[in-house]
């Protein structure tokens, strides 16, 4: 029996309370989740935690709205910490009409109902990873006595300070140098990301530098960061489109280095798989005085060997890490070497939304099993590209080890096979995409680095802004980005199955 049966629209991927993905088997479901569809959106039981409003935080805010009379006709937030509710507040403004909420260990930001205001607040909540954890709003439902209780999983027994020392020691061993001090947890991978960018630009902007390089076409939300907070957005931001362009690089350095706080590189980049050469990145921002903020979250800390290249390492523990797929959490990994070490352990440790002891327990259970299920990983991969590589109807295939920059990537992976599972493509055939789409039987849907193999139509989740209008579409050809590009990530499933399923939809 074929390990891919086909799913049906919403359902969780992993059959998890907690899942992190869910399924959207067809075009037209991406589409209407995008926009909204009633059609479409009535069947998503959950989502990406950062994007989909967990439905037990949902429950639990409709429960304190009917019971707190401050309340009625207000949309409420219920956020990470009182720190994130305060940010919140301090981005809507500040003014009367919103306001602090403070309850049972509770925090959040209200507001009158209003389209505008809640299209403000759910952007800075999922850009910086800052909405209430799903176990966290369970827990709080089954003390209200609205829930019976918690969804049963396996956890690493122990306290919150049990559970960080063993997973900061499986971390410790991907990342060699390295004290309990230097790895950083946070609750998601942007989290960490925003701690590490806030304390580096505060650090910088007092020695006069505010500009912040982005090398290479990024994630999203780490765009969105770039974009919106940096010390005078727009003009204190530069993207660097090619990021293998180091002469570009050298001339922005020598034209503008006593003004740059810092770069932020994916190594490698999501979703073109591109490996910029970051010995000499490294070198020529530690010579200039910039910060380098390195994300490998497309292959792994575990497969890759960049902390002694960058200032800060900035990760998502959700992908390979907590393989499961049913725990959000985030890692800021500091050089212990690097110039600002000890001041910026300081601010990212005060910066960064820690993870709630039920996610933290429930990471600390898998991450011991993160090289097995690379290992497994990684044989997949290799067959699934090559099989790829070799379709006819497959353009172009980006992973880890393509022509462009696989001399780069093999300089910091710790074996040559260590590849992660990450495979972008796209069709030979203008207009294939809905068709091959609709007819994979492959577990189709957000997120990555998974037992589960996932595949999704990337640019159409990610920036469908984008995909969708003249302009858009304009300035992704510029960064050489197709709109129907598809991200596949290998998990753990027989690779003949996997390559199967690919055969089959592709004809």
């Not at 090559?386 to 001399?407: G, I, N, T």
């Not at 992976?413 to 069709?427: E, H, S, Y």
């Not at 209008?469 to 304009?474: E, V």
């Amino acid at each position: 029996m074929s390990a891919f049966a086909p799913l049906p629209l919403g359902q969780r991927i992993p059959a998890s309370l907690h899942a992190v993905s869910c399924s959207l088997p067809t075009m037209r479901a991406v589409r209407g989740y995008e926009e909204k569809d009633p059609a479409i959106t009535r069947h998503l039981t959950s989502g990406y935690p950062r994007f989909v409003v967990h439905p037990f935080a949902r429950q639990l805010a409709a429960h304190l709205a009917a019971t707190e009379p401050a309340l009625a006709a207000r949309t409420l937030w219920l956020v990470s910490s009182e720190k994130m509710a305060r940010a919140l507040l301090a981005h809507l403004g500040g003014t009367d009409s919103a306001r602090l909420f403070s309850r049972d260990r509770l925090h959040g930001v209200s507001h009158p109902d209003s389209p505008g205001t809640f299209k403000r607040a759910k952007l800075f909540l999922q850009t910086l990873g800052g909405f209430l954890s799903s176990r966290e709003a369970e827990d709080h439902l089954v003390h209200l006595g609205r829930l019976p209780t918690t969804c049963p999983e396996e956890t690493l027994a122990g306290d919150a300070t049990a559970c960080a020392a063993e997973v900061r020691r499986h971390l410790r061993l991907a990342l060699p140098g390295t004290t309990d001090a230097d790895l950083l947890l946070a609750n998601c991978g942007m989290g960490a990301i925003w701690a590490a960018f806030r304390a580096v630009s505060e650090l910088q902007a007092a020695r006069g530098r505010t500009l912040w390089l982005q090398l290479g076409w990024l994630y999203l939300d780490t765009i969105a960061i770039l974009q919106k907070f940096t010390a005078a957005p727009g003009a204190d931001y530069v993207y660097i489109r090619d990021v293998f362009d180091l002469n570009a690089l050298t001339r922005l350095f020598a034209a503008h280095g006593t003004r740059i706080a810092g770069v932020v590189a994916e190594v490698p980049t999501n979703p073109l798989i591109q490996t910029p050469d970051l010995p000499a990145l490294a070198a020529l921002c530690r010579r200039h005085g910039a910060r380098l903020l390195v994300d490998p979250s497309i292959s792994s800390v575990f497969n890759l060997d960049v902390l002694p290249h960058a200032d800060v390492v900035v990760t998502s523990l959700t992908k390979y890490t907590a393989s499961e797929g049913d725990v959000l959490a985030g890692l800021a990994a500091i050089n212990p070497a690097g110039p600002d070490a000890a001041e910026l352990r300081r601010r990212i440790a005060a910066e960064a939304e820690p993870l709630y002891p039920r996610d933290l327990a429930r990471l600390a259970a898998q991450i011991g099993r993160t090289d097995s299920v690379l290992t497994q990983i990684h044989a997949g991969t290799a067959r699934v590209a090559a099989f790829l590589e070799k379709h006819p109807a497959v353009k172009d295939v980006c992973w880890a080890l393509s022509a462009a920059s696989r001399d780069n990537y093999l300089r910091l992976a710790r074996a040559p096979d260590a590849t992660g599972g990450m495979i972008t493509f796209t069709l030979r055939e203008i207009g294939a995409l809905e068709k091959f789409y609709d007819r994979l039987r492959l577990p189709k849907g957000p997120s990555f680095g998974m037992t589960t193999t996932l595949i999704c139509p990337f640019m159409y989740l990610a920036h469908y802004d984008l995909v969708t209008t003249p302009a858009g579409l304009a300035e992704l050809a510029a960064s050489k980005l197709d709109p129907d590009l598809l991200r596949l990530c290998v998990g753990t499933e027989p690779p003949d199955e996997i390559i199967a399923a690919l055969a089959e939809a592709l004809g």
